[in-house]
Every structure is written in C-alpha cells, then in structure tokens.
C-alpha cells in the first residue's frame, strides 16, 4: 500500500480545516469502495498541509478524513482523554486549552480501530474498548509524590503479554501539553512487528510521524489544530540522521 505522492514538502497553513459532518458520514470500507482501488483512497479536493518522504499531515477533524482513506497495517495514537489536561495549571509553559475537556464521541474510537489491521490507542482505558490480553505501558520514572501520572497505559489488539517502556517524562524537550517521546513511538511501531503504513488521527505535534519517518515507515498525520500541523511539519522537514 503507497500513500498517493503530491508535491514534497507541500504546507497549506491558510486553508481552512476539514470539518466533520457526522450525519453525511461515509464508512472506511465504504469510502474504500466508492474509489475502485485498494490501499489509501483519498477524495480528490482533501490537499494534504504537508507531504514528504512518505509522510502526509491533513489539517482537519479525523471523523471527516479518515473515512476518505483505505486500510492501514497500524494505527498509533493518542485521543483526548477527557482530562482536561491542556487547562492544567502544572503545564504553564504551554498556553490553556479546552480540546482536552472531553473525549470524542463514542463511535469514534472504533471507527479508527476500523482503519487498520493493528491497533494501538493511548488512553485506551477511557474508551471503554474490549478486554485483551495485551497492554502497552509507559513507566514515566517520576516518584510516588509526583502530581501527575507515574505511567500511561494503551490498549492494543497486539499479541502476547503486557510490556513497559521506561523513560523519564522530564528527559525530553515538549512543544505540546501530552506530547510523548519519539523514542515511546519508536518502540510502539516496532512491537507492531512488519507495519508499513501508520495511521495517527489524533496526531498532535507529529510525534508518531518522525518516529515512523526515522523508521523508514510511510504515515497519515491528523490534526485539527494549525499551530500543532505546522510544528510537526518542522519537525518532520528535518532529515534522518544516518547511524554511525
């Protein structure tokens, strides 16, 4: 599966972002159907606000643009959990904000699942996803009188038994409120064994989009806020380091 090339590096940081209209909502495998091809079926007047190096940012509400692709091999991501975590106080350094005041609608979250073969979603205790034997987990490495959360945890379809990645949430520099570490995302994409193609629709500062371009994968990035589309857009111009 190869996600449609436009013009490399290609921003649009003036368009106006996809909204959803949830009762002309068209299914994944509908939406796949009505293009006559497989693998990602994109409507023809959807311009990505960015496109290189097999990585695509959409400027946009995911319940619209993710019914207008295929399937993907993995989806990665990290929805709002309802928290309110952007309105904290403790996150000063990042100014106040609302999206995180609730969690999306109910029929979202499966409808993502939906999307591709492997799953992996942050948060996935807030969903009220089905039970399985696996979970991911975050040791973030903070003390037991840290205010905020110790570990995070997602719910996966991956087999086998539960694993932990340990990293200080104080070890990395931040340009979002829940930003994660690219090495957290790394490591999430290689538990998910030979996945080529990545989907985030909740994408934020692009975390998951330079984990899976340092890995040689291809991504679908989603995210409706514009500051955030033209951070990971920076972050994601930045070439790969060769090793050694």
């Not at 399937?71 to 990042?94: E, M, S």
């Not at 110790?150 to 409120?177: C, D, I």
């Not at 193609?197 to 291809?218: Q, V």
Request: net charge negative; with cysteine.
């Amino acid at each position: 599966m190869q996600i449609p090339s436009r013009t490399p590096g290609v921003r649009h940081p003036s368009r106006e972002p996809i909204t959803a209209n949830t009762e002309n909502f068209m299914t994944t495998e509908n939406a796949t159907k009505q293009s006559g091809e497989a693998g990602i079926a994109l409507h023809p007047f959807v311009s990505p606000y960015y496109d290189h190096g097999g990585i695509t940012i959409y400027h946009g509400d995911c319940r619209e643009i993710v019914p207008m692709l295929g399937q993907f091999d993995l989806l990665l991501t990290d929805p709002p959990y309802g928290i309110n975590i952007a309105a904290n106080p403790v996150r000063q350094k990042h100014e106040k904000q609302d999206w995180d005041a609730s969690v999306p609608p109910a029929w979202v979250v499966p409808m993502l699942i939906d999307a591709a073969e492997w799953q992996i979603v942050w948060g996935g205790n807030y969903f009220g996803l089905p039970a399985q034997q696996c979970f991911l987990a975050w040791d973030k490495q903070q003390p037991e009188d840290f205010s905020l959360a110790m570990l995070e945890q997602a719910w996966t379809n991956l087999k086998g038994p539960a694993k932990m990645f340990r990293k200080s949430v104080l070890s990395y520099p931040k340009t979002h409120p829940t930003e994660k570490p690219v090495e957290l995302m790394q490591w999430c994409i290689s538990r998910a064994g030979d996945v080529q193609t990545i989907l985030d629709p909740f994408a934020g500062s692009g975390t998951t989009g330079r984990a899976a371009k340092d890995l040689g994968k291809s991504a679908v990035l989603i995210e409706r806020e514009e500051k955030y589309c033209e951070i990971a857009a920076q972050r994601l111009s930045q070439e790969v380091l060769p090793l050694g």
